[in-house]
């Protein structure tokens, strides 16, 4: 229910961006930076907390307090439709804030409900729901949104941001009705400090096989892949004439598949992680690549789509084997580890992208991304131990069911 209004407001959110920005590419890239600053200062906070509280109470608190952020926003749009950008900076950096909270404790909380034999598939479905959720969010916003973005621009922001807020509060009422999530902690832990907690979820990642190699590969790619959705935008108006509908294609195209890949993936066995995580990257960075030649609005959709059906065979197994490789009460720290690489290095391209946009054309910058994604994404096959390690038939703890 988040992913409903959340595909059809990080888009629109950064269309007002662009919209106010006008061709300085480089104050769109500071919005979507501060939306991803908050998981590299919060990051090893939330994944403590998931260690250490019910889950399920984690998880509530990130939904209404999304909720309630956002009916603050709604209500200063009723009285100024146009926004300055600082709101529009203050507003996503408020909004991750909170929700860096709730995926370390979704992530950590999966195996808890499901058996260690139907994990891959439950990660399968809660991906493949949140893409087909999102295409419905994305069909809604093209149907109703961008004709009211063309016919009243200053109230079509407004309505994404009330959608949003009241997807929210129904996934915080959904959520309310888990079991309780408490995390299974060793008793002698139970006294450790936050710097302790913390250090023990750095150790586990580095001394593992998989995430040792994976994660300062993910975190190479994710400073590169972090500039993609300043491109796009650019993309979007000097290629396709920067409605928000051909906008909204693009992206309806992408998640489509990345649900259609993520079904696909759930009938195979996926046995090693790392090398799927590889070789569905390499691949999805050649499909950036050649994007660059994709001017005509269909060629560039097709690429889209092939990028989409492929991320599910990186994500899903390797997500997987972070939860079955580690105790109950290291998930949450493993999960925040991995999200603090990956989405905290990120405005490091989202700053970037806007200046190189400066220099280069849009051809050149995807080439530049793709080879940015492909080239990291296979350096960790070279090692042996990568390549053989599996991920684990049962969860180091078992289950309370």
């Not at 019910?54 to 200063?76: C, E, I, N, Q």
């Not at 105790?327 to 720290?333: A, N």
């Not at 991304?369 to 990568?386: D, E, K, Q």
């Not at 053989?388 to 969860?395: D, F, G, I």
């Amino acid at each position: 229910m988040s992913q409903l209004g959340d595909s059809l407001y990080f888009m629109v959110f950064l269309f007002v961006a662009k919209q106010i920005a006008g061709d300085k590419n480089i104050l769109v890239g500071l919005v979507a930076a501060l939306q991803a600053l908050p998981f590299l200062i919060f990051s090893p906070l939330a994944g403590r907390m998931a260690d250490r509280i019910d889950r399920r109470k984690l998880m509530l608190f990130s939904d209404f307090a999304s909720t309630g952020a956002l009916l603050l926003l709604a209500v200063y749009l009723w009285f100024n439709p146009h926004p300055p950008l600082y709101v529009v900076c203050i507003a996503g950096f408020l909004m991750s804030c909170i929700n860096v909270f709730f995926m370390p404790a979704r992530t950590a909380a999966i195996p808890k409900l499901v058996p260690a034999d139907r994990l891959t598939d439950a990660n399968a479905l809660a991906l493949s729901t949140q893409s087909l959720v999102g295409v419905v969010g994305l069909g809604v916003s093209v149907i109703l949104i961008a004709p009211l973005e063309a016919a009243s621009p200053e109230w079509f922001f407004f309505s994404a941001v009330i959608l949003n807020s009241l997807t929210f509060a129904v996934s915080g009422f959904m959520i309310a009705g888990l079991p309780k999530l408490e995390p299974e902690q060793d008793a002698d832990k139970k006294e450790n400090t936050f710097w302790v907690d913390l250090v023990e979820g750095w150790n586990a990642v580095r001394k593992d096989s998989v995430l040792q190699a994976a994660l300062p590969a993910y975190g190479v790619m994710s400073v590169i892949l972090s500039g993609f959705i300043v491109i796009y935008l650019e993309t979007n108006v000097k290629w396709y004439g920067g409605g928000l509908g051909s906008l909204l294609g693009i992206e309806l195209a992408f998640v489509a598949s990345m649900a259609v890949g993520s079904l696909l993936l759930a009938r195979f066995k996926v046995v090693r992680p790392g090398i799927s995580f590889a070789c569905a990257m390499a691949v999805a960075g050649l499909c950036v690549f050649a994007m660059g030649w994709g001017q005509i609005y269909w060629v560039f959709i097709a690429w889209n789509i092939l990028c989409g059906l492929i991320i599910p065979f990186a994500f899903i197994p390797i997500t997987t084997y972070m939860q079955m490789a580690f105790p109950d009460g290291m998930r949450g720290r493993v999960s925040s580890v991995w999200n603090m690489i990956s989405m905290g290095v990120q405005p490091v391209g989202l700053f970037l992208a806007g200046p190189l946009l400066e220099i280069f054309d849009l051809t050149t910058m995807y080439v530049v991304i793709g080879l940015g994604i492909t080239i990291p994404a296979l350096i960790p096959l070279f090692s042996s131990r990568y390549r053989r390690t599996e991920t684990p038939e049962m969860p180091v703890v078992s289950l309370d069911v």
